[in-house]
């Protein structure tokens, strides 16, 4: 049986993802590398599903992290929603490039769910202009098919009550190295 892709749940014809092959001249051949390849780049949140930090395997000079938030998003990926999670962390890390992560997205045919997610992003950061020049680059697209993406608060951190009648800001989750998790400062 062949397994149901982000493209295939979304109505969508499954593309060829070049980001995907260049992503295996570099080991990363799976999903689940591209995840952990992601962790490793600080994605700490996620870091509990694989049980270990990961050690980073490519530098970022040689495959971004604009590409490697795009292929985590690719609608030629497997669907899977813990995958969009990880890939909508690695899209707001603060070091990208809005124009970069437009033309990947477009050219991997993932420009609707980047969209998506930079939607959330501008509702939950309105003041960040990383988001609104994010979706000022990306194509108009109809919106996608309802309960295939993730809800826009998987995206972000809502810590709740904090103290009384306090409650705590929400926050976009982002990539980090904390030292504390074995990473360099």
């Given at each position: 049986m062949q397994t149901e892709t982000l493209a295939h749940k979304l109505g969508f014809t499954t593309p060829v993802s070049r980001l995907r092959e260049v992503a295996k001249r570099f080991g990363l051949v799976t999903e689940d590398d591209l995840v952990e390849?992601?962790?490793?780049?600080?994605c700490f949140?996620?870091?509990q599903r694989l049980g270990h930090p990961p050690a980073q395997r490519v530098a970022e000079s040689d495959f971004?992290?604009?590409?490697?938030?795009?292929?985590l998003l690719s609608i030629a990926n497997r669907y899977e929603p813990w995958l969009i999670r990880v890939g909508a962390m690695l899209l707001g890390h603060p070091g990208n490039e809005a124009e970069k992560l437009a033309h990947l997205a477009v050219s991997e045919q993932s420009e609707a769910v980047v969209r998506e997610i930079a939607s959330a992003g501008a509702r939950y950061e309105p003041q960040t202009r990383f988001w609104s020049e994010l979706l000022s680059l990306l194509p108009e697209a109809e919106p996608l098919k309802s309960g295939v993406m993730p809800h826009h608060t998987r995206f972000v951190s809502i810590p709740g009550l904090i103290g009384p009648k306090t409650?705590?800001?929400?926050?976009w989750l982002r990539p980090q190295k904390p030292a504390g998790l074995g990473y360099a400062a």
């Open positions: 390849e992601a962790v490793a780049r600080g949140h996620f870091m971004s992290n604009e590409e490697l938030a795009i292929a409650y705590g800001l929400v926050k």
